[in-house]
């Protein structure tokens, strides 16, 4: 390791960084804000389901690299454009997630249900104060999956140009140099940890009655 390097290029490097970090969050929000009702139509949809889950999952399918080629072709946008990945992986994260809503949604059991219903709770509030406060477990799983998995795919972005960490495996694959590379595999996994613990905090604050949930 060059510790000499890291500290002439820290600002760069925090700078990637921070882009991977945004690059990496925004679509799992955005993936998770449309899975939500996308996955609330496969719960309900019985003989559709199948085919609404089995759409989600060939989507996932769908080489990362020829999908950040494509977008600009599709959006009108340029190849070196952020708005490319994001929507790429906005769109790994909802085939990852209206699954996991959905199964989310099916570990709610019948007899709360029927709680819920007799208790006078209409379609939307049940949804809302019942549901999916009772599926966050289930949720907050696949949504620790698909930030993970965000993090990995952002650095594929590096080979049309996207600033993000990936930049520095490219770089240090040119110059023969492994300081780079270290360093954005060390900061990945970072990033990686800190995101899954950030998610991990978050399922245990909104759901206190859960084994080693948040006191009421």
Request: proline letters at 6%; a positive charge; glycine letters at 8%.
């Amino acid at each position: 390791m060059r510790f000499d390097w890291l500290y002439r290029e820290s600002g760069r490097i925090a700078e990637l960084f921070l882009w991977h970090l945004w690059l990496s969050v925004i679509p799992v929000v955005i993936g998770l804000l449309l899975a939500l009702p996308l996955g609330w139509l496969a719960h309900r949809a019985g003989f559709f389901r199948s085919t609404m889950l089995g759409a989600a999952g060939l989507l996932y399918t769908i080489p990362s690299l020829a999908l950040f080629v494509l977008l600009p072709l599709a959006l009108g946008t340029r190849i070196l454009d952020p708005l490319n990945v994001v929507v790429a992986l906005t769109i790994y994260a909802l085939a990852l997630l209206i699954r996991t809503v959905t199964d989310g949604l099916d570990s709610v059991q019948p007899d709360v249900i029927q709680a819920a219903n007799a208790m006078g709770y209409r379609t939307l509030p049940r949804l809302l104060f019942v549901e999916l406060p009772l599926a966050v477990p289930v949720i907050a799983a696949g949504l620790r999956v698909a930030v993970v998995s965000n993090v990995s795919i952002v650095s594929v972005a590096a080979l049309v140009g996207t600033p993000q960490l990936g930049l520095l495996f490219t770089q240090g694959l040119q110059l023969r140099f492994l300081t780079p590379i270290i360093a954005g595999i060390v900061l990945c996994v970072l990033l990686a940890a800190l995101l899954d613990g950030i998610v991990l905090f978050a399922t245990k604050r909104l759901t206190p009655w859960q084994p080693g949930g948040a006191e009421r």
